[in-house]
Structures are given as structure tokens and as C-alpha cells.
């Protein structure tokens, strides 16, 4: 089992998104650090646009992630409805 | 609470970087000059390129041109990253806006069959030779000598990746979003008589070696020519034709040859000015070069336009030879 | 009414299909680079693009960011920003960053220019593209965040023309120097996988985090906003190697040697980052060694668990690496401490509270190997015999690192390699770099060896004093030499208020 991570920076708009990553990936963890917002799971991590949509309460593009986003790892599929970090292994 | 600081020991040591100082004056610089001037490195480089060792990392000798001083290229613009995609950002705001008025109210429905037929024969193709365009500007950018005109070429060529994409969109809309027009295009892009000077013409400058020669070929020579058919003249033959509305699709290409010629002629006349190597360089490579630009649009711009469309496009071309101080 | 497209079959529709086969000239002229490393590629269209951004979202996207750091820039200078660092010598790590880091960015972007016109499949050939674009924004950021500290600290004010000259500036230098002179494919692995995504976490994070822990806003704000494009840049290096392993069996052999060196290159560079986070930073983030720990053994070995799949395997002397994480930010300061008449930036020796956090970070070396010489170097200073080290190092043949890293199993022992070619002999610091020399002698006979070019008069001056001062451009007396009472000392202590 390997670990895959998104860190986000620490805004307003993230933690809309951090609340549907919760949501979405229960076995997640969350740790937040000084100006970051650190998520990590086994294998893989999903993060989708109507969850989050929902929690901001607007429509939402998968690629406004690139204005938060600090860091990942993983091998990364991009569609219109979510994205998704995986270790293939 | 206010903040304890005596005013008086807040005094800078120094205004500026000590080489745009020594451009500019010991004075507050602005973010262009601090983002552009003296930042590529010009010398003590470690290792041969491999993949051209007579040659070092950067290298003013991939060019038959030759500058005292390369920083010289001033963008007019000014553009540094910043105020580029900002720039930019604004003009794909409109853009957004049109295609999406463009296609919510379904006014392809209301062009006739002809129209049709030739927006996809005629501008859709022309996704192509932007492509083209993309390659022959970065190509400046990685083999071309200091920031000032580097980066502004990048931005060049970006621009036409960006436009290219827009193009691929037109035929998008005519086609439901099947992609079908995408390939039709593509087939006359390949196969149809009328595009092969221009697409043997975009074959030759891929495979042209110096930067500057291909900088002339492409944003002065290619760009003033094909800008103006399909940009300018073919844009009002379809107002003249009852479809006002495609012009909605072609603003952003318009405002942005205009933005960039800024940059192009101002390219061209320092370079000329430089020295009358530069513009005896210069001369020849027009001299070379433009009866094969004009012949390869020739067949576009008649079948397009009918062949009073060519000579008014070159009489554009003549003002800016003219403005850059060439051929007098 | 029109289907509506995903973002897959739309990204296709508007870019993979852009290009097309010759018919009138040969393509292998217009993309003549792509066979000369032995690297196969079958088939481009296979290439899976990392991010699908169409280039009006770019722009999009990058404005909305822009603007909201330039903001911030604005209202860090108009409220003097500056005095709110924990110390001014904290400031002595971002003049390592804009001197020895941000030139690398520029070296990017024109790195990623070249691979982005030399790929002949246009989906690889665009990420590249975009990639040099936001490489450009890294430099030109980091500049305009410098700009404010530039105007009221030393050693930021010739920061292009150092990068060219300065001694410990060509290990940077030398390492995107090797990069960029490399074929199309060893530039990806290098930078794109090796540095962006195996290393890249090493130099950011620490760099950013001792920011924000030491409160330089500007620093913390660039640091973030490039980070966000790190993460397409990051990918974009994962996509690489995949795709070339999967091209065709014969580039395994070739992408592990790669892999192999450019770890080692990389590490190296790294020295100048386990210096900053253990010696340079007042408030401490975390250790190198806990850096490494975190950011290398356990995020790399996901990672390499992932490629196994391929073949591939750890590169070698991660284990030497592993070693070497107890005793690296040490040695590296210890060599800086000597030279800081070189230098220009400041050193000092660590407080006494500072030494107390090192040991218990360290305990298996600190106190045994380090804290006596430190301890020493102290009280010297106390005397009023501030030590420097007056000779000129040797320096490394492929890191150009001086030599005084030691062997691990005795870390009092400097270690030494060397190799003979057509009759010339050439020291290396460790089994890396040697390793890295012996493949490919030819290219590391070129480097530019600041040490050697000064004995042979390249560098205008006979003297160290005038090389210095004149070849470097350093203010003498500014920029270099020991913290304690240097102008920037002074001048923080008169904005502070302290004597």
C-alpha cells in the first residue's frame, strides 16, 4: 500500500473543497498545516465536481483545482466530472 | 496600534538591481525591466550542447543578425508574464463571450450553404498554419539570444497555440461538435490543391535553422499577409455576404495582430537600425522569402477573395517594409 | 443541437490534431533530435496528456492568480514587509534562492522552450510549451518578490552576473548546464521527473515553510502560486517516464542510468537546502534529515513502488544518501563558514540554543562530530579571531561542490575519488560523481571550474581580493564576511530599535 497526498493552499475556496474530499473519500486523513491543507489516503484519493458543487453552493470547474493546489502525488486522471490520484500497484 | 518605525532608517540602500541600474539610472525600475533585462545567462557555460557542440548553451551565433546589445528588442507592450496573461485573460473573456452568444443562439443556422462551405475550406485550415506559427516562435524562444525578445516570442507563439484553438472551435460549431468539419478541413489542408504552396510553405519554415530569418518569415512576412485575407478582407466579404455574425468569431484574432504587430514592427526597425549588415541580412532574406509567401497564398486569396485581394494585402506589407526602414 | 464534448475528446479535437504528416520536406529535419539518445518511440499518438488545458483557460487561470500576487507584492513593499522577518538573517537564505535558485528557473524555461519545439508528438510538445511559460513566471515572480529586499539588504543586487561566475553558484549552475546540454529525452528525466518531481518538494516546501514560519509574506506568496503550477509540472514528469516505458524495452536501461544520475546530480544541488533549513533559518521548520525523510524515503519510495511495474528500480546510492542525511547540512555549513569572504551572503556560527537543536535533531553525529568544531569557531570569534579559510577549494569535477563532504564510515575522513582520461587526472567528492564522470568523460572535462579558471587568470585578476571584487561584483565588506556586524546587521538592529 502506498500513500497518495493532495495539498491545497489554505483558503476560503479550499476548504469547500476539502469538506467534499472528505466526503468523498472516508478513509481519508486531513492535516492541516500553516498555510496548507494536507490530504492523504491509500492508493487513491478522488475529489468530484458535484460534490463539490454542492458544498459551494455554485457551479464548479475540475480545473479551478490549479488555483489552490500545492502539491500531489500520484498518477492523475483529469476529466469533466473529477479528479482522481491513484498508485497503480 | 501603530507601527514603531522611524521613517528616516526605512531608506532603501539601493533603487534597483545593479545591471538595470547601470541601464537605467539609480531609480525605482519597473517590473518589465526587472523581469526582462540581463536575466539569461551570457557566459561561462559548463558543458557543449550535445545536440549542437559547436555551439555554446546560449549562443549569439545562431543568427546572421547581430546586436551590440540584445536587450535592445524592447517589447513595446511591455509584457512580463503578469501583464501578459492578464492582457490576454481579458481578450479570451470576449472571445468566451462571443463564441458562447455565438452558439447558444444558434447562429450558424442562419448562414447560407456557401458561407458554410467556405469557412470550413477556407478558416478552418488555417488551424494549421497558427500551429505552425506555435512551432516557428518557440523555436526563437529556445535558440534565440537574450529575454527581451525570448520571452516576448513565447508569448508569440502561445498566442497561436490559443488561436489555433479557436479556429478548431469554428469548425466545432459547424459541426455539432462532431470533430467531421475538423477533418474535412484537415483533408483539404492535405489533399486540396489551393493549400499546398501555403502548406509546403509551413513544411519549409520548419526546417529553417535560423531564428531571426524565421521571425521575419513568419510574424512579419506570413503573419501581414495571411492576417490581412483572412483576418481583414475575407472578414468583410462576410459582412458583405450576410454573415456579420462570424466576425463575433474573428475579434479576437484581430485585436490580437494588431497588439502584436506593435511588437513586430518594433522588432524589425531596431534591428535595421542596428547596422546596414542587419539590413542588408534583412533585405536579402525578404527578398528570398516573400515571392514564396505570396505565391503560396496567391490561390487562397483569388479563390477566396478574387485577385484584386492579394496586391491590396501586399500593399500592407510594403507599408510595414517601409516603416521598419527596409528596402530604401 | 450539438453534443456536448468531454474534456478529453474536446482537448483531441483542438490540439492532438493540429499537426500532420510531411509531404514536402523531411519531418525528421524539422524534429532532428529525437533519435540521437538511443530513445525509441513508437508511436506519439499513445501519449496521455497529463493536464488538458486549452490555452484560454490558461490564461484564465494564470491572470486570476497573477493578480492576486501581485497584490500581495504591492502591499508587502507599501507596508515595508521587510521588518516583520523573525531576523535579518533569515534573509541571507532567500539571497541563496534569488542567486543560485531562480536562474534555474529561467534555465527551465528555456529548457522547456527547446523540448517543446524538438518533440514531434504535439501533446507532449504542448505541456512542454506551457511549462517553459510558467517557468518564466517563476523567475520573473520570484524577481519581483526580491525587488522589495534587494532595496534594503546586500547581496541581492547582482544576482544574473553572479549566477555566471560565483564558486558556489556553478553547482546550480553546472547541474541545469548539464541538463540543457543534454539530448530532448535526458532533459525530461533530469528536470521534468527527476527534479520537478522527485526533488522538487526537497527545495519548495522547506524554502516556503521557512518562510512562512519566519515571516517573510512575499516569499511564502510566490512560493505557493508557483507551487500550483508545480503540480501540472509534476505530472507532466510522471507522463514522461511512463510513456517512454512503455514505447519499448530498449529505453528501461537507458531511463534508469538516467535516473540513476540525476538523483545523485540533483542531491547534491540539494546541499545548498540542508545548509539553509538547519543553519540559515531562526525559526526552524524541521530538519533536512527529517526533510529527506519525509519528502524522499517515503514519498519517492510510493513512487518507485509504482514504477516497478516497469522495471525500474531505486536509483542508486540512496543509501549513501541515507547515510549522508546525518552529517550533510554540516559539512556544507562548515565549508561556507570558512569561505564567507567568498561569499555573498553572510554566515555565523549557531547560538547556543541553536546547537541545543541540532543535537537533538542529530544525536547520533552533532555532538561527536560537529558541535566541538562549531563550539571552537565560537569562541575564536569571541577573541576577535573570526576564522577564514584562506586558500582556494578544490572542487568536485562533476558537482563542483568544494571538497569536504567525508567518507560516512568516518566522517573525519575527506573523501576522495578520482579518475585518469587521455592523461589528465580529475577528483570527484563521492562514488556518484564519478560515476556520472567515467559514462561520459567527454562532457565533464568542459565544466567551468570557478577554482581552476581563477589559477589560470580567466577571471580578471591575480588576486582573490580583485576576483572578487571586481570579476564577481561583490561589495566587499557588504556581501560577504561574517553576519555579526555586517551593514545588514546594523541596519535591522536601527529598525529595530536595538542596539
Redesign the interface.
Known sequence: M???YIAL?DNEESRYIIEAMEEDNPDATVIR????IRVENENKLVIRRETVEEKIGRDWN???L???????????D???DQLTIE??? | MTIEIKTATLEPVRNTFAHIERRFGDKPATRYQEGTYDLQAVANFHYKPMWQPEYELNDTRRTAIQMEDWYAFRDPRQFYYGTYVQQRAKMQEVAESNYSFFEKRNLADLLSDEVKAKLIRFLVPLRHVEHTANLNNVYGTAYGYGTAITQALLYDGMDRFGIAQYLSRIGLIFDGNTGDKLAEAKTYWLQEEVWQGMRALCEETLITKDWFELFVVQDLLMDTLNYDIFFNQFEQWLRDNGAQDVAMLMEFMQNWHKDTSRWVDAVMKTAVAESEANKATLETWISAWRPKVEAALAPLAEEMLGAQALPLAQAELDKRLNKAGLFK | MATKLNIKDKYRLLTRDLDWDFDYQDRKEAFPQEDFEGIKITDWSKWEDPFRLTMDAYWKYQAEKEKKLYAIFDAFSQNNGHVNVTDARYVNAIKLFLTGVSPLEYQAHQGFAAVGRQFSGVGARVACQMQSLDELRHVQTQVHAMSHYNKFFDGFHEFPHMHDRVWYLSVPKSFFDDARSAGPFEFMIAIGFSFEYVLTNLLFVPFMSGAAYNGDMATVTFGFSAQSDEARHMTLGLEVIKFLLEQHEDNLPIVQKWINKWLWRGYRVLALVAMMMDYMLPNKVMSWKEAWEVYFEDAAGSLFKDLARYGIVMPDYVETIAKEKEHLSHQAWWIFYNFTHASAFHTWIPSAKELDWLSEKYPSTFDQYYRPRFELAAEMEKAGERFYCSGLPQLCQVCQIPMGFTEMDNPTLISYRDSVYKDDRYHFCSDGCKTIFDDEPEKYVHSWLPVQQIFQGNCGGADVETVLKDYYRINMGADNMEYAGSPDDLRWKAWKGVA
Do not use: C, F, R, Y
Open positions: 502506498s500513500k497518495v493552499q498545516q500553516p498555510a496548507m475540475v480545473q479551478e490549479h488555483m489552490n493546489l500545492i502539491t500531489l502525488a500520484g498518477n492523475v483529469e476529466d469533466d498508485w497503480k500497484q
